[in-house]
């Protein structure tokens, strides 16, 4: 799966919401015979029944969860299914998926879906996908595989741009370069080659690299073993991103068979979403594609597997790993359970019944509790696999505790199957699950996520009525008081047809293994060619290279810049008294707001932060002086939808002062603001300390989530890049790797220890609790941000300033933190197979820089950090962007092979810009996607949110906006200027590579600065 990586550079909230509808009315709304089809691109109605460009409407409902009206289509000509998701939403959307069960595990649905994309007849290129996502005024453009479903998604903010996209992707399903250049598959999946006849043959290609970096990868080897054991020899057992084991069998002719077995019609999903001319769509869709083909009679049925043989299995099986990584406490015990057979009402109540089980008052919890069991637990439905199935997982586990995850499962269950669930507890799932409505849409790339959960469905269903029976199966959970529905999933489950306990651990030497049998691979491969077979072989590995390096780029689908309205800045009001600040921002939404808190934390030492961090573990986790820890889990529900806690480091500019601050953020219905604000201070300030064993619990139970060396490794290249890198955000950012990271690793085991201690340890740990909080939840120096229809701020903030003003202020400051000076460049030691390198800089404070220059960013990235660093080096994914809000340059590779040559390219990007021959229609382009990703949003409330952010951290709205708009200006005559100025930027560059041992250590030069996060305490 190709991503567009759009990271968000400090650790925000992730916003959702709740709504003040009931449970009640998420029952199917049918709509009458006729509804308007768009309340403002067009004035037709349409009937079902009807017949619009070949498409027969089938079906029109409401969804109450999406806010929107659901449109079902059939193709009459050539077989397609087709749904229209209607609402207001500004990003408009298409997506073509096909059902595509994996027949083995060489990956050639992944490496299809790859290829197809390349280039088309309609379209010829060397690769398209990343000409559209360089050179388009796109939101999203991308590609999904998974174990039932092949995914095309696109979404543009331009209705023009996205019939183009669609276009360009269309063509590639009729007529994809892939069936008459096997180049392209030896650049997408995997290639041999051989430069001369000294040298070891070597291996390469971009699903291969992206593959191999999932081998020592914890979720997808415990997923693996899951499901081989579930469904041993069937189709059903087959994963997804194994083709690492199988380099001797993944050719371009058993990929070919992929499009000849999926890839038609009638075997195929459109979705279309937002405000759309719906009448336009439908219309080029028939005539420019569906009306050409008819219906080609895809029968799959030869890949359906027959019910699998009841029974159960316990078996201990091996997590990939490396000499040195960690093996205590570091396995995972599942305890699955076949679900197959099931209808899709079952189906949908087992997504519900998970999220009871996973609250911290459900009955699994408890028991965990009353059982001493630290590790973490969670339960949950599988929805991808091509047969449905439930695990229960403990985490950071050893296999001795196989047995007492197992019978929490059937303690569980069978609780369930006779006393159902809290209906408090179910209450609160189900209103959790519907507090989503009225933020439903404040995110990004909402269409294409719902259309992956509705593909899916589809998939395994061969029905388009997702939502439909979703919110039917909520309303019949809710109607039924007996809870007889949940009770009867319990029961079933208890006494399963087939069912796995499965302990995962991690051996080390394994990967060494892995390594040492491909090595002999290719060793035999090249001892058994003649000279001549071997000489040949040097000529096509040539050819090849030559081939790769060849320009052939695509521009057809571009729209005109000058189209495109200019970027206006977000209005924040900001007001002082006594003391406490109100940062508020205008949405355009009644009813639901985002909130924030921003406490001063000046005059706390290091040791005081971390006591805070470890003080804020027990958030809703324990008891306070109004509520139990079960009371607390049903109203974080109602009233602290979303929750969430992080260190930040602000700079105000009035009063020169730069601090730590802890940022709190929650949202919810506005009518329930003084309640919420009252629950939080609560859990602030008066959490109980006196319970002594559930601390101890909850502090046990944490310790794990702040061990470094289970950080993925992407997460730590951009972490520790991003500290050093002069950012707007690196002061933060280095604040959570010092008082948040490997430190507070220690300091938490020691806790750990402290409270099973008889010497007062404990005591002291409670004492420094309780300082900690104190001192940093104050009304000094508070900020309080809002994100909420301008109508309803007055009377919000008067409540917030009635119940904030009553914090104690703050002492006389007795330290003062200062953060910690990191090295430019940092190589971090992970457990994983390949590297994920990252540079961050800032162009905040270069007086030379302007928006203009930031075309030629994405054009140093379509043309050169691309293409070298993943087409030809062989990494999975590379990129290069800017993110303007930021005022920040980004560039990055992941699961990449290589760690120096990398960073080599990373830093010659300014000299690539200075010679660059581009020309101004490709300009254009790259004007548009520099345009295009200034532009993104978060939605309504998280946009607000952002901006009050950054305005606490210096950035000025105005100016950001004055740099997206000056995007525009760009023109070629610009490049040297551009060069100059790219060339001192990335000369301040924060640069990390977090990867493999072997491979940073052979490259330790390069780094100011090694990290081993595989060294244990």
């Known amino acids: 799966m190709k991503t567009k990586i759009l990271s968000i550079l400090l650790i925000c909230c992730m916003l959702a919401g709740c709504t003040n509808q009931a449970v009640n009315a998420m029952s199917t709304n049918k709509k009458e015979s006729t509804v308007q089809t768009s309340g403002k691109n067009t004035s037709e109605e349409m009937t079902v029944g009807n017949v619009y460009h070949g498409f027969t409407l089938k079906d029109i409902y409401s969804s109450t969860l999406l806010n929107s009206d659901i449109y079902t289509f059939k193709h009459e000509g050539c077989g397609a299914d087709l749904v229209y998701i209607r609402n207001s939403d500004p990003e408009c959307a298409f997506s073509i998926t096909y059902k595509t069960p994996y027949i083995d595990e060489t990956d050639t649905n992944h490496v299809f879906e790859h290829a197809i994309i390349a280039g088309s007849e309609k379209y010829p290129a060397k690769d398209l996908f990343f000409d559209l996502y360089n050179k388009s005024y796109s939101t999203f453009i991308n590609a999904v595989t998974l174990p039932l479903i092949t995914m095309y998604p696109v979404a543009s903010l331009d209705q023009n741009q996205l019939?183009?996209?669609m276009d360009a992707y269309m063509s590639c399903m009729v007529a994809p370069d892939i069936l008459k250049n096997e180049n392209i598959f030896k650049r997408e999946a995997i290639r041999f080659e051989l430069n001369n006849p000294d040298e070891d043959i070597s291996i390469n290609g971009t699903v291969y690299a992206e593959d191999l970096g999932y081998l020592t990868d914890p979720k997808q080897n415990v997923r693996s073993n899951i499901i081989h054991e579930l469904y041993p020899g069937e189709i059903a057992s087959n994963l997804e991103g194994l083709g690492e084991f199988h380099y001797d069998d993944l050719t371009y002719e058993h990929t070919l068979e992929t499009y000849e077995r999926y890839y038609y019609f009638d075997n195929s999903l459109i979705t279309l979403y937002g405000d759309l001319n719906i009448d336009t769509f439908l219309d080029f869709l028939d005539s420019e594609y569906l009306s050409k083909y008819e219906v080609n009679g895809t029968d799959l049925s030869k890949y359906t597997d027959p019910p699998t043989e009841g029974g159960y299995i316990e078996k201990v099986l091996p997590i990939i790993a490396y000499e040195g990584?960690?093996?205590?406490n570091s396995g995972f015990i599942t305890y699955s359970i076949d679900l197959q057979g099931a209808d899709i009402e079952t189906l949908h109540a087992w997504t519900i019944l998970c999220s009871i089980l996973n609250r911290p008052s459900s009955v699994m919890n408890k028991k965990l509790i009353a059982e001493g069991i630290e590790n973490?637990?969670?339960?949950?439905y599988d929805t991808d696999n091509v047969k449905p199935f439930v695990t229960f997982k403990m985490s950071n586990a050893n296999a001795d505790q196989m047995q007492a995850l197992k019978k929490i499962a059937e303690f569980t269950l069978k609780d369930i199957a006779e006393n159902g669930v809290s209906s408090t507890l179910l209450d609160a799932v189900l209103k959790d699950t519907e507090l989503s409505t009225v933020?439903?849409?404040?995110?990004?790339?909402?269409?294409v996520y719902q259309a992956i959960k509705l593909s899916n469905y589809w998939a395994?269903?061969?029905k388009t009525d997702y939502y439909a029976t979703f919110e039917d199966t909520l309303f019949k959970i809710k109607a039924d008081t007996k809870q007889d529905f949940i009770k009867s999933l319990a029961k079933s489950a208890l006494e399963p047809k087939r069912s796995a306990l499965i302990a995962s651990i991690p051996e080390p030497g394994t990967a060494e293994k892995y390594e040492e049998e491909l090595a002999s691979y290719l060793k035999k491969m090249k001892d058994s060619m003649s000279d001549e077979e071997i000489a040949a072989f040097i000529k096509e590995t040539e050819a090849f290279n030559e081939w790769n390096e060849i320009e052939l780029p695509n521009n057809d689908f571009m729209i005109d810049p000058k189209d495109i309205p200019d970027t206006l800045p977000i209005s924040l009001?900001?007001?002082?008294?006594?003391?406490?600040?109100?940062?508020?921002?205008?949405?355009d939404a009644q009813g639901a707001a985002c909130y924030s808190i921003y406490f001063d934390l000046s005059g706390m030492s290091r040791d005081e932060l971390?006591?805070?961090?470890?003080?804020?573990?027990?958030f809703l986790n324990t008891d306070t002086s109004k509520y139990s820890a079960e009371e607390l889990d049903i109203l974080k529900c109602e009233f602290l939808y979303e929750f969430s806690s992080t260190l930040c480091y602000l700079h105000d500019n009035n009063a020169q002062k730069d601090y730590p601050a802890l940022l709190l953020t929650w949202e919810g219905l506005t009518k329930d603001f003084e309640k919420s604000l009252n629950l939080l201070l609560n859990i602030l300030t008066e959490t109980d300390l006196s319970d002594t064993d559930d601390i101890a619990y909850i502090i046990s139970k944490n310790v794990e989530k702040y061990n470094m060396s289970k950080k993925e490794g992407y997460d730590l290249s951009k972490q520790f890049s991003m500290a050093s890198a002069g950012l707007p955000v690196s002061d933060s950012t280095r604040l959570l790797l010092d008082v948040s990271g490997s430190d507070l690793y220690t300091y938490m085991k020691t806790a750990a220890e402290d409270v099973k201690s008889t010497d007062g340890s404990f005591d002291k740990l409670l004492q420094k609790f309780d300082n900690a909080r104190k001192k940093a939840y104050t009304k000094s120096n508070l900020i309080f941000g809002l994100a909420a229809s301008k109508s309803e701020q007055d009377e919000i903030i008067e409540k917030a300033f009635e119940k904030l003003s009553l914090l104690d202020e703050k002492d006389e400051e007795t330290a003062a933190y200062e953060l910690p000076s990191l090295k430019r460049k940092t190589g971090v030691i992970a457990e994983t197979t390949q590297n994920y390198t990252a540079l961050y800089s800032s162009y905040k404070n270069n007086k030379n820089f302007r928006g203009a220059y930031i075309p030629f960013i994405y054009a140093a990235n379509d043309k050169y950090i691309v293409p070298k660093i993943r087409f030809q080096y062989g990494a999975y994914s590379a990129g290069l962007c800017s993110f303007e809000i930021y005022n920040t340059l980004f560039c990055y590779s992941y699961m990449d092979p290589n760690v120096k040559k990398s960073i080599e390219?990373?830093?010659?990007?300014?000299?690539?810009v200075k010679d660059a021959e581009l020309t101004e229609e490709e300009f254009k382009g790259y004007i548009l996607t520099a345009y295009g990703n200034a532009n993104l949003k978060e939605g309504l409330w998280n946009d607000v949110n952002h901006a009050i952010l950054l305005s606490l951290m210096g950035a000025d709205e105005h100016e950001i906006s004055d740099t997206i708009n000056d995007i525009k200006n760009a023109s070629l005559s610009m490049q040297s200027e551009a060069a100059t100025s790219l060339e001192e930027i990335i000369d301040h560059a924060g640069i990390a590579t977090a990867g493999n041992e072997k491979d940073i250590m052979a490259d330790k030069n390069v780094f100011d600065e090694i990290i081993n996060s595989k060294e244990k305490e």
């Not at 009001?573 to 949405?587: A, N, P, Q, Y």
């Not at 971390?610 to 027990?618: E, G, H, K, S, T």
């Open 573 to 587: 009001t900001k007001e002082t008294r006594d003391d406490i600040t109100f940062i508020s921002g205008d949405v």
């Open 460 to 462: 395994a269903n061969l």
């Open 325 to 328: 990584d960690s093996v205590e």
């Open 439 to 447: 933020f439903a849409r404040n995110s990004s790339n909402v269409a």
């Open 610 to 618: 971390m006591d805070l961090m470890a003080y804020n573990n027990l």
């Open 163 to 165: 019939i183009k996209l």
């Open 376 to 380: 973490p637990v969670s339960v949950e």
């Open 905 to 912: 390219v990373f830093e010659g990007i300014s000299d690539y």
